[in-house]
């Protein structure tokens, strides 16, 4: 049974840090692209982060312009696992947390219908507060 578990999340103060995990079992996660996605309540999805598999451009990186340069994305080949290092979170950092693998990164993510993705985690609550 394929599958991506998100681990990690948790209560952070502003400024404070977190790291979610987000582990493949049943295929080989360095195959694909690793998006992170967040939706706060009442809030559209939005992606936060990509980072490439293997192609032409593999491991390259893809952020929002709300968490660039505070969030990055990497990955642990020997351990199926792709990493979101949260830093200087803010209280609208606060949401659901969700990993999802994809064939490519789009430049620009369209949603669903023009960019699915093969596999989605089951989410992790990030909350950032004082």
């Known amino acids: 049974q394929s599958q991506l578990v998100e681990s990690g999340g948790g209560l952070a103060q502003p400024g404070g840090s977190l790291r979610l995990s987000c582990v493949a079992s049943?295929?080989?996660?360095?195959?694909?692209?690793v998006n992170w996605f967040r939706q706060a309540t009442g809030k559209e999805r939005e992606r936060v982060s990509c980072?490439?598999?293997?192609?032409?451009?593999?491991?390259?990186?893809i952020y929002a312009d709300s968490v660039k340069g505070r969030f990055t994305t990497s990955r642990d080949n020997a351990k199926n696992t792709v990493y979101l290092q949260m830093s200087s979170l803010k209280p609208e950092d606060t949401a659901v947390y969700y990993c999802?693998?994809?064939?490519?990164?789009?430049?620009?993510?369209?949603?669903?219908?023009?960019?699915?993705?093969?596999?989605w985690g089951q989410g992790t609550q990030v909350t950032v507060s004082s």
């Open positions: 980072i490439e598999g293997i192609s032409s451009r593999r491991d390259s990186t």
């Open positions: 999802a693998a994809a064939w490519i990164c789009s430049p620009n993510y369209r949603g669903s219908y023009y960019d699915p993705m093969e596999f």
């Open positions: 049943g295929f080989v996660l360095d195959h694909y692209a």
